[in-house]
C-alpha cells in the first residue's frame, strides 16, 4: 500500500512530470478541422489544430494522411509516397525564402507548455524534422523546396511572441536565440531527423515556438536543384516533445576559431567531464584533443539522454623554408624558390615573385605578409674557387712534368679523392687531397675517381688514365 501511495504522489502530485511530455498535441494528431488546402492568410494553424498556432502571420501549413481527407486535397500526404514521422498529420513551414520578397521571410508554429518550465531544472527538447521532396497531389499553389539550411531551432519563451511580434511585418523573423538549435544543414531527403538538445531552463518559460530565428546572412543554405531562380527551404515538423532530465547538458566550449604559427599546436580539453562520453570527428573518445593541422574540428558530448555538439575551424599557417646556408662554386648560379598558401612574397632583393636567381654572395631573405605570423627566413649565400678541369690522363714517369694526378684549384677547399681500379676495387684515399698521387705500385690503365667536398655538398666522378 506505501509503495502504491508513492507512486502515487509521483506520478499526480504538482511538479512531478518525470518522463512526462510538456508539449500539448505533440504530434498534431489533435485537430479542429482538416486542411485541405495551403494555408493562407488570415487562416491559421490555429483553425485546424489544438494548441498551436501561427505567432508572426506566416502561412505554416497542416498536412495530412488522414482516411477523412480526400487524396485530391494538396495537403494530403501520401503514407507510401512521404509518410508522417507517427500518426496522421505533421506541419511544414518554411526556414529561408530568397528571390520572393525583399526581407527574410519565416514561418513559425507555437504552444502553451502544459506547465511552466521550472528555474534552474534541466530540459530535453526534441523535434523531428524532414526536407520537404514531394509534390502533393494537387499543388494548385505550390510548395517549393529546392534547398536546405540549419537553424531549425526551439526557442523557450516566458510569454506568448504572438502579444509581441503581430504588429510586425508578416512572415519576419523572430530574432531570438533558440535554446536548441541546429547548426548543420539538414539536407538528408525523405528522411526524418530528430533536432534535439539539452538546457537549463534560466526563466520559469511556458511557451515554446519552432522555426528558424536568425536572418538569411546568418544562415547556411544548400541548394539541391540546379540553378534555382529562388531559393526556398521547406520542413516537415512532427513529434515535438520537452521533458525533464535529472541530468543536465555538458559544457563543451572549444573556443572561437582561431589560426596558429606552425610548428604551434592546440590542445582542445573538456572539463565537465562527470558522466560524460565524448566523441571527435576522428573517432576518438578522450577529453583532450591537440590540433596540429588546418581543418574543422568538432565534439559529441553526451551525458545521459543530453547531447551537446561543438565545433572549432583552426587554420595553421605554415613555415616559410629556404635552404640551408650554401657555399657555390664561383661562376654558379642557384635559383632559390618558397611555396606558400598565402601566395604573396617579399624578398630583400624587391623581388616579389615565388623564386629568385642568385648570382651573388650575400644574405637573402623572403617574407610572406601575414596578418597572424612572423613568416620570415634567411639563408647566405657564399662562393669560392671550385677544381678546375680535371684531367684525363697522368704519366709518373719521373720527369717532373704531369707525374702526379693534379687537379687545379684542388687545395683552395678540402675535397675527399677516392681513386678504383677497373675492377672496382679502392686504391687510394685522401681525405684532404693534396696533388700527390702517383699511381704508386699502380700499372698502366684505367682508373676512376670520386671526388667529394663537404662543404660544396657536391661530388665528382670521373676517370683518368694512368700512363707509363
Given at each position: 500500500m506505501r509503495v502504491f501511495r508513492l507512486l502515487f504522489l509521483l506520478l499526480f502530485l504538482p511538479?512531478?512530470?518525470?518522463g512526462q511530455n510538456l508539449v500539448p498535441n505533440p504530434g498534431f494528431e489533435q485537430k479542429k478541422a482538416l486542411a485541405c488546402s495551403f494555408i493562407s492568410r488570415p487562416d491559421n494553424l490555429s483553425n485546424y489544430l489544438t494548441d498551436w498556432y501561427a505567432p508572426t502571420g506566416g502561412t505554416s501549413d497542416v498536412w495530412s494522411s488522414d482516411p477523412g481527407l480526400s487524396t485530391t486535397?494538396?495537403?494530403y500526404l501520401s503514407p507510401t509516397a512521404l509518410p508522417v514521422h507517427?500518426?496522421?498529420q505533421c506541419i511544414g513551414l518554411y526556414t529561408y525564402v530568397t528571390g520572393s520578397s525583399s526581407f527574410s521571410y519565416r514561418e513559425y508554429a507555437q504552444v502553451r507548455?502544459?506547465?511552466?518550465?521550472v528555474k534552474g531544472k534541466a530540459y530535453r527538447a526534441e523535434m523531428w524534422v524532414l526536407l520537404f521532396d514531394y509534390t502533393p497531389p494537387n499543388p494548385s499553389e505550390g510548395v517549393t523546396s529546392n534547398t536546405a539550411t540549419n537553424n531549425l531551432g526551439m526557442h523557450f519563451s516566458k510569454d506568448s511572441l504572438v502579444l509581441r511580434e503581430v504588429a510586425f511585418r508578416f512572415g519576419s523573423v523572430l530574432n531570438y536565440k533558440p535554446q536548441v538549435n541546429q547548426t548543420q544543414v539538414l539536407q538528408e531527403r525523405l528522411k526524418w531527423v530528430p533536432v534535439s538538445g539539452c538546457f537549463i531552463a534560466d526563466e520559469a518559460y511556458e511557451y515554446l515556438t519552432v522555426g528558424n530565428f536568425f536572418e538569411d546572412a546568418q544562415t547556411q543554405a544548400a541548394s539541391f536543384a540546379t540553378a534555382p531562380r529562388n531559393r526556398l527551404a521547406y520542413y516537415l515538423i512532427d513529434d515535438?516533445?520537452?521533458e525533464p532530465v535529472t541530468a543536465g547538458p555538458p559544457a563543451v566550449r572549444l573556443g572561437a576559431d582561431t589560426t596558429l604559427c606552425a610548428p604551434q599546436t592546440l590542445a582542445l580539453a573538456l572539463t565537465d567531464t562527470a558522466g560524460t562520453t565524448y566523441r571527435w570527428q576522428d573517432g576518438s573518445t578522450q577529453a583532450r584533443y591537440t590540433v596540429r593541422q588546418s581543418g574543422i574540428y568538432w565534439v559529441t558530448a553526451t551525458r545521459g539522454r543530453c547531447i551537446a555538439y561543438d565545433s572549432i575551424q583552426v587554420r595553421v599557417e605554415p613555415r616559410v623554408s629556404l635552404p640551408p646556408d650554401t657555399l657555390l662554386c664561383k661562376g654558379e648560379q642557384l635559383t632559390l624558390s618558397v611555396s606558400h598558401p598565402i601566395g604573396r612574397y617579399a624578398w630583400n632583393t624587391g623581388s616579389t615573385e615565388a623564386r629568385i636567381t642568385v648570382a651573388e654572395a650575400g644574405t637573402y631573405a623572403v617574407r610572406v605578409p601575414s596578418d597572424f605570423c612572423a613568416l620570415t627566413d634567411t639563408v647566405r649565400i657564399a662562393f669560392a674557387?671550385?677544381?678546375?678541369?680535371?684531367?684525363?690522363?697522368?704519366t709518373p714517369n719521373g720527369d717532373g712534368k704531369n707525374d702526379t694526378?693534379?687537379?687545379?684549384?684542388?687545395?683552395?677547399?678540402p675535397w675527399r679523392l677516392e681513386i678504383y681500379n677497373r675492377w672496382g676495387r679502392l686504391i687510394y684515399k685522401a681525405d684532404a687531397y693534396a696533388n700527390d698521387w702517383a699511381?704508386?705500385?699502380?700499372?698502366a690503365g684505367l682508373y676512376y675517381y670520386l671526388l667529394r667536398s663537404r662543404e660544396l655538398n657536391r661530388d665528382l666522378k670521373g676517370w683518368v688514365e694512368l700512363l707509363r
Open positions: 511538479g512531478a512530470v518525470f486535397c494538396s495537403q507517427d500518426g496522421n507548455l502544459k506547465q511552466p518550465l515535438v516533445s520537452v674557387d671550385c677544381p678546375g678541369q680535371v684531367p684525363n690522363v697522368f694526378f693534379f687537379i687545379p684549384n684542388i687545395d683552395l677547399l699511381g704508386q705500385n699502380q700499372p
